[in-house]
């Protein structure tokens, strides 16, 4: 079946540089790529989307880039605070209303000071 | 102010036994939704409902039975409980079934002894 899925299971990061985290998805049909992440004991938060048909979107200190052609998702998160360690998901979704979000297996972002 | 609500917030219970998970949200969102995380974070769709209509069922068991008595509650109840039910349960909403920003609540710690 079609999946979403993340090369690095846990990335390290030094506070104050860029994070970089990547996804993989074979679904090239779907519309929005999504990131979402999830502090301990908490539910998921949305951070950003970016719609099929751009190859960048920018944030308040997050950039999504799509590359279609080799069906590549990143996060990028400028000047990594402590408060950015976290699960990260990726998600792709269609437009329709029986769409779902269907989630990749996710990334440890350790922030280390 | 709690946007999205769940209630317990962890659950232990026996196999067999049958148990709800309540969820309110105060966001005014047409739109809410019932996930299972399983014990390596994967994060799966079961139900979603817009205005009380249920509009995504995924592959789940009847033994799970989703209920919206309005716009702003979806409940979940399990009959037969297994030890396969074990995991966090998220409630989440969304202004419409096409938004991709999602507001997930705190989780359900469900343990199955």
């Known amino acids: 079946g079609e999946s979403v899925g993340l090369h690095l299971p846990t990335l390290s990061v030094q506070e104050g540089d860029n994070s970089i985290i990547n996804c993989a998805y074979s679904n090239s049909a779907s519309d929005y790529f999504i990131w979402y992440k999830q502090e301990s004991g908490k539910g998921p938060q949305f951070i950003i989307d970016?719609?099929?048909?751009?190859d960048k979107r920018q944030g308040q200190r997050v950039t999504v880039l799509l590359n279609k052609t080799v069906k590549h998702l990143s996060l990028q998160i400028a000047a990594t605070q402590p408060g950015d360690s976290a699960v990260y998901f990726c998600?792709?979704?269609?437009?329709?209303?029986?769409?779902?979000?269907?989630f990749g297996t996710g990334t440890r972002l350790q922030v280390t000071l | 102010d709690t946007a999205v609500s769940q209630t317990p917030k962890y659950l232990v219970t026996q196999m067999g036994n049958d148990k709800s998970i309540k969820c309110e949200q105060n966001l005014g969102h047409d739109t809410m939704y019932w996930y299972k995380q399983d014990s390596k974070k994967f994060l799966k769709i079961m139900f979603s409902?817009?205005?009380?209509?249920?509009?995504i069922n995924e592959t789940v068991p009847n033994r799970f039975s989703p209920k919206s008595p309005d716009k702003a509650h979806l409940n979940l109840h399990i009959n037969s409980l297994e030890l396969g039910d074990s995991a966090v349960y998220f409630c989440a909403s969304s202004q419409s079934p096409v938004s991709n920003e999602q507001f997930f609540g705190p989780g359900t710690r469900l343990t199955v002894l």
């Open positions: 970016i719609r099929s048909n751009m």
């Open positions: 998600a792709e979704t269609g437009t329709g209303t029986a769409s779902k979000l269907t």
């Open positions: 409902y817009n205005n009380k209509e249920l509009i």
